[in-house]
């Protein structure tokens, strides 16, 4: 009867052991997929911060044309009404 009533407490152990093991893999899975999904979000992250300074850049680019547009015509220039573009072939080369 001893046999028994140890066999039954080492297999108990077991499988609390089990248990635990199995437990420590599932969590540690939970993990790994969660710093996964940190890894993509702080890629979004950089990406939105990229496109944020690009915008940043085009938009001050834009305010600076109409400052400089809006000085240049105080001081009495016109806008170009007529551009024309001549062929390297007609400029004078030494």
Not at 25 to 46: D, T
Not at 81 to 91: K, R
Request: net charge positive; glycine share 4%; no cysteine.
């Amino acid at each position: 009867m001893n046999k028994v009533i140890v066999k039954v407490y080492f297999l108990f152990l077991f499988a609390v052991a089990i248990s635990f093991a199995a437990r420590t893999v599932l969590v540690g899975s939970q993990f790994v997929s969660q710093g996964a999904e940190i890894a993509q979000l702080e890629k979004q992250e950089k990406l939105i911060s990229f496109q944020s300074q690009q915008l940043q850049q085009i938009i001050s680019q834009q305010s600076a044309t109409r400052s400089i547009t809006q000085l240049a015509l105080t001081q009495g220039f016109q806008p170009a009404t007529q551009i024309i573009s001549l062929q390297t072939g007609f400029v004078a080369s030494r």
